[in-house]
């Protein structure tokens, strides 16, 4: 397969990026004349090097991290510093995006050693709170919510994480654009006829949000783990100690890579230096009812309350 090779410049993650397949998601131009940070190459079977094993997964070597998508491409992401794929027979430019802002991008950063969270952020009066859990809690949903009351969106599914000059937890943009079940636009009044759905996932759509951007670093204000629970309304509780470090853990984007690629001593350094001054939250949502409007009240009053202690 050729592919035209063409030369594109943006900036999300954190991160000045050079690509040879264009990601119209980013809409985000890097200043003339800055230093790139990732080069994504897009190259032919005679000029690659990708091994991957014959199990299914990725493939860690010491600075590289491979894994294919059958029919699709082969995708190796190397020194915090490289995306290279391969296309193959039945290659969807559209599909592989999706790898390369999500999967891609998230085993990247850990080469950084920056932290990748898996969730949504909202901006909300000059800081960051992400939001996080596992598939199906309401995530983006619950983002959603927050852009609909007004406020903006840092990040949807890959959360950077990186602390500023003076050792300040800070959450990257990444792009404007979320993914939504057909289920949350239903509930919140959205034709799915307007937007596109994702590849291979019929129900779940993109939906772009230029508009409620936020595209500048911003320091992180708090973290909320969501659940799903056979409760009857939601309920809020404040985790501490050691229960902070799992959520951080749980939910660091490709998380199970940590130990293969020798960071789990560095996450738990990594992870205790933003516990220091960012607070964690757990809630848990009733499993029957669309409640992202409740909580983002509920949300908004714990903010509320931790501001009113600064």
């Known amino acids: 397969m050729i592919i035209t090779k063409k030369n594109y410049a943006y900036y999300a993650f954190g991160l000045n990026i050079s690509s040879e397949l264009a990601l119209p998601e980013l809409d985000c131009p890097v200043i003339p004349d800055a230093n790139i940070d990732v080069f994504i190459r897009v190259l032919g079977f005679s000029e690659s090097a990708i091994q991957l094993e014959s199990k299914r997964g990725f493939t860690v070597y010491k600075d590289e991290v491979a894994f294919g998508v059958p029919n699709t491409a082969l995708f190796s992401i190397r020194n915090g510093k490289e995306i290279i794929i391969v296309p193959l027979e039945d290659f969807d430019k559209e599909r592989v995006r999706l790898y390369i802002l999500g999967t891609c991008m998230g085993v990247l950063l850990m080469q950084r050693q920056i932290l990748p969270l898996h969730g949504s952020a909202i901006a909300v009066d000059g800081k960051a709170y992400a939001i996080v859990g596992n598939s199906g809690a309401g995530k983006s949903t619950l983002a959603s919510a927050f852009i609909n009351k007004g406020y903006k969106l840092i990040s949807d599914d890959v959360i950077p994480v990186t602390f ?138 714990i903010m509320k309350e931790g501001n009113s202690n600064d």
């Open 164 to 301: 500023s000059d003076k050792s300040i937890p800070v959450v990257q943009p990444t792009y404007p654009q979320q993914k939504l079940w057909e289920e949350s636009l239903n509930n919140f009044g959205m034709d799915t006829r307007r937007y596109q759905p994702l590849f291979e996932r019929e129900t779940k759509y993109s939906i772009p949000v230029k508009n409620s951007f936020h595209n500048q670093p911003i320091p992180l204000g708090g973290i909320f783990e969501l659940v799903k629970g056979n409760v009857g309304s939601i309920e809020v509780r404040k985790t501490d100690g050691l229960e902070g470090f799992r959520i951080l853990l749980h939910h660091t984007f490709r998380g199970s890579l940590l130990q293969r690629l020798g960071l789990k001593e560095w996450h738990f350094i990594y992870s205790s230096n933003i516990l220091k001054g960012v607070q964690t939250f757990q809630l848990t949502r009733p499993i029957s009812e669309f409640t992202p409007y409740n909580l983002v009240s509920k949300i908004l009053d």
